[in-house]
């Protein structure tokens, strides 16, 4: 009995050993079986700051991970583990492909900023006391404010804006305004506008009255430019008026009287006109004073009767030596122009006669004096002169009434409204700074079209006389031209034909921009590349493209 007791004690002794040796002979369990918490997939995460962004942004991405745990269940056999498992090797970054990005700067926690964009305030942009500081016969002074900093810029005109100011740089709650180019005795609408931060805007409108003509007026010239008493100034001229006539001239938009009357009688031109208008008086008066004098004039049509081989010395006696503040000016007949027969004695003077005056013009008289319909011919000649007078300011004379010439015979040539105002823009879409209109009298209708033409020229005179911008027709007969001043630009468009067209304007810069046609308002649809419109018989129109943003 004790001895069985005691074998079956060693038994169960013996199996308890051999328990023991089996459970230590078994690899240890893998630490991803292990319970508890273990390393996350992913770095943690960095707070970053990326320029341009306005919250804070994670460097790697964010996710919630939970350590993935498998039980250990322990079995009384040998079990082989699911992945066999060395060692715990290093974890590798997470590789994330990405394209050139702005700069970023990692950002500690304190300095954690979810700043937005603020929304604009439930006060509205307001424009208020806007008061005239100072007037001058060509320049206004205006002070104004705004309820909200804004950035500004003023336009003036008639009756609507057709000359804007440079923009303000900075946003300011008080503003001023200084208009130039102004031209004297003439009432404006100015135009204060304002924009504010969130792109809202506002425009007033204030109303001055320049002052009169001084007692003595100065006049130069640069580059293509009229400049009189420190503006440009666009002349809109007669010749050779009767004192008696110069009411009503004036009342048509006349600003430029050359010559010393129309008789002996008529002598001493200022003084009658009393600082309505300007004048130019005979070179043999240059040294003439007095309200509103800017020059002389040489003979007319000069050119007409000298040799071809004409020399400087030549003509000395005829020559004033110069005068402070006065400018030349001078007539020439059509014949520099290269599609004009030359004159008989040739085209040798002409050098030399455009190097002695300021200002240089010509008379061509398509209707009157070569008697056909040559419209086109009075832009390119004008561009021709422009070129072979090295760049100086130039003009035309268009034709205003019948001539004593043999085209007068043939009534369908007789000058009408719309021949002068196609004559006029055809000029000034060739580049000329002035124009005069011969005869000095005209019927009625005509005019009320001289009258019309010269309001619209006077509004517009600092655009057509700022630089050449590019714009191109996709008719020939139907002209144009177009000029870039302070972000708005002008286009002028002329049919030259007695047909009804259709034409596409190319301009450079347009941008989508609609065009607005001056005197009347209408606006025109535009894409990017430029706008159309058609033309009526000898349609001839002026486009404002405002500076973008208005």
């Keep these: 009995m004790r001895l069985r007791t005691l074998i079956l004690a060693l038994i169960a002794l013996g199996g308890i050993w051999i328990a023991l040796v089996i459970q230590r002979g078994h690899d240890a369990p893998a630490a991803s079986f292990a319970a508890g918490p273990q390393p996350a997939d992913f770095a943690p995460p960095q707070l970053v700051q990326v320029k341009g962004l306005n919250r804070p942004v994670a460097a790697t991405p964010v996710a919630n991970v939970s350590p993935r745990v498998k039980p250990f269940t322990r079995v009384p056999t040998k079990q082989t583990p699911d992945v066999q498992i060395l060692a715990d090797p290093p974890k590798p970054e997470p590789h994330v492909q990405t394209t050139k990005a702005p700069a970023i700067e990692v950002v500690p926690e304190k300095g954690r900023s979810y700043t937005e964009t603020a929304t604009p305030p439930l006060e509205a942009l307001a424009i208020s006391d806007a008061h005239v500081v100072s007037v001058t016969s060509s320049s206004a002074r205006i002070i104004w404010k705004t309820n909200l900093p804004a950035q500004t810029k003023a336009a003036f005109g ?34 204060l506008h304002g924009v504010d931060e969130w792109n809202r805007a506002q425009t007033s409108m204030v109303s001055i009255t320049t002052q009169s003509m001084g007692s003595r007026s100065i006049a130069t010239t640069n580059g293509g430019q009229i400049v009189v008493d420190d503006r440009p100034f666009f002349p809109t001229a007669v010749w050779a008026q009767c004192s008696d006539g110069f009411g009503s001239n ?7 009287f050359m010559g010393d009357g129309c008789s002996k009688d008529d002598a001493d031109l200022s003084s009658r006109l009393d600082g309505r208008a300007y004048s130019i008086v ?53 014949h520099f122009y ?34 056909r319909p040559a419209f086109g ?26 001539m004593e010439q043999e085209c007068r015979k043939q009534k369908y040539l007789d000058p009408t409204p719309a021949t002068v105002r196609a004559e006029t823009w055809l000029a000034i879409a060739g580049g000329a700074a002035a124009i005069g209109y011969f005869p000095n009298h005209w019927s009625a209708s005509i005019g009320s079209e001289i009258a019309r033409t010269n309001r619209e020229i006077k509004a517009l005179s600092q655009a057509l006389l700022a630089p050449a911008a590019n714009a191109t027709s996709d008719s020939p007969s139907v002209r144009v031209s177009a000029r870039n001043l302070n972000g708005a630009t002008y286009v002028i468009a002329v049919n030259t034909t007695e047909s009804t067209l259709q034409a596409k304007f190319t301009v450079e810069g347009i941008g989508g921009r609609s065009p607005v046609i001056v005197g009347g308002g209408q606006v025109v649809g535009a894409d990017d590349q ?7 018989p000898l349609a001839a129109r002026v486009y404002i493209i405002p500076p973008a943003g208005w």
Excluded at 250 to 256: C, K, P, R
Excluded at 356 to 366: H, S
Excluded at 380 to 388: G, W
Aim: with cysteine.
């Design 338 to 371: 290269s599609l004009a027969s030359p004159l008989p004695q040739g085209k040798g003077m002409y050098p030399l006669l455009m190097s002695i005056t300021d200002v240089v013009g010509f008379d061509l008289y398509p209707l009157q004096v070569w008697c």
């Design 282 to 334: 005979n070179a043999a008066n240059a040294a003439a004073e007095g309200q509103g004098v800017i020059g002389w004039y040489y003979p007319d049509e000069w050119d007409a009767f000298l040799q071809s081989t004409v020399r400087r010395q030549e003509l000395d006696r005829n020559i004033p030596p110069p005068q402070s503040g006065r400018i030349s000016f001078l007539t020439l007949t059509n």
């Design 158 to 191: 008639f009756d609507a804006p057709t000359i804007w100011s440079q923009p303000s740089a900075d946003f300011l709650t008080e503003h001023e305004s200084v208009l130039t180019g102004l031209e004297f005795s003439t009432t404006y609408q100015v135009y």
């Design 530 to 536: 430029g706008f159309t419109d058609s033309f009526g």
């Design 250 to 256: 004036i009342d048509d938009g006349i600003n430029l």
């Design 377 to 402: 011919d009075v832009m390119d000649a004008q561009r021709e002169l422009h070129t072979t007078s090295g760049g100086k300011p130039t003009f035309q004379w268009i034709e205003a009434a019948p």
